[in-house]
T-cell receptor, first 116, second 113 residues
Framework: GAVVSQHPSRVICKSGTSVKIECRSL??????MFWYRQFPKQSLMLMAT?????????EQGVEKDKFLINHASLTLSTLTVTSAHPEDSSFYIC????????????FGQGTRLTVV | GNSVTQMEGPVTLSEEAFLTINCTYT??????LFWYVQYPGEGLQLLLK?????DKGSNKGFEATYRKETTSFHLEKGSVQVSDSAVYFC????????????FGQGTRLTINP
């Protein structure tokens, strides 16, 4: 199956700094990429949807100025957590899919962010 | 809007037991249905899918049938293994839902030897 690579897998940062997470589709062109946040023992919460070359669409309650998403090419999307605080500590997961509602979404390995 | 409801976990079974994880959905139009599995510390992997009514998805001994009349997509496996221990997510996507994947709350499965 298709591969989505997410990097880094773990990151620890100081409060007030920014962290960038990369999501790459390695063997297909990802028309759409999704960013999720997962709290311990909970389901995935969709944060935003990004389409290549256009602005991301954020879900209600997600601060777009805090979680900056860039989808500059068909194989790369980035999520930047700006001015991170301890409450931003979480597991962030990206997924990518080609066109079509019946196509499966492929997920990255996830990034464990800890803000100290 | 679209939604997915899964049976609450955690579920603990002995090896070789029969597994059922219930999933029901609410959606407009004709959604596609998926089961994803998440192993500890990892992202999600597609386990199986079904794109229209009465389709049966199957993989690694797991099966689920798309039942439109009962709006269900229950996951089953006849004989579970310790390696099946993971969190299982039922999900759907539809054109009416802007093609977003909507997840159930997840069911944690633990298989004891």
């Amino acid at each position: 199956g298709a591969v989505v690579s997410q990097h880094p897998s773990r990151v620890i940062c100081k409060s007030g700094t920014s962290v960038k997470i990369e999501c790459r589709s390695l063997d297909f062109q990802a028309t759409t990429m999704f960013w999720y946040r997962q709290f311990p023992k909970q389901s995935l919460m969709l944060m935003a949807t990004s389409n290549e070359g256009s602005k991301a669409t954020y879900e209600q309650g997600v601060e777009k100025d805090k979680f900056l998403i860039n989808h500059a090419s068909l194989t790369l999307s980035t999520l930047t957590v700006t001015s991170a605080h301890p409450e931003d500590s979480s597991f962030y997961i990206c997924s990518a899919r080609d066109q079509g509602v019946h196509t499966e979404a492929f997920f990255g390995q996830g990034t464990r962010l800890t803000v100290v | 809007g679209n939604s997915v409801t899964q049976m609450e976990g955690p579920v603990t079974l002995s090896e070789e037991a029969f597994l059922t994880i219930n999933c029901t959905y609410t959606a407009t139009g004709y959604p596609s249905l998926f089961w994803y599995v998440q192993y500890p510390g990892e992202g999600l992997q597609l386990l199986l899918k079904a794109t229209k009514a009465d389709d049966k998805g199957s993989n690694k001994g797991f099966e689920a049938t798309y039942r439109k009349e009962t709006t269900s997509f229950h996951l089953e496996k006849g004989s579970v293994q310790v390696s099946d221990s993971a969190v299982y997510f039922c999900a759907l996507t539809s054109y009416q839902g802007a093609q977003k994947l909507v997840f159930g709350q997840g069911t944690r499965l633990t298989i004891n030897p």
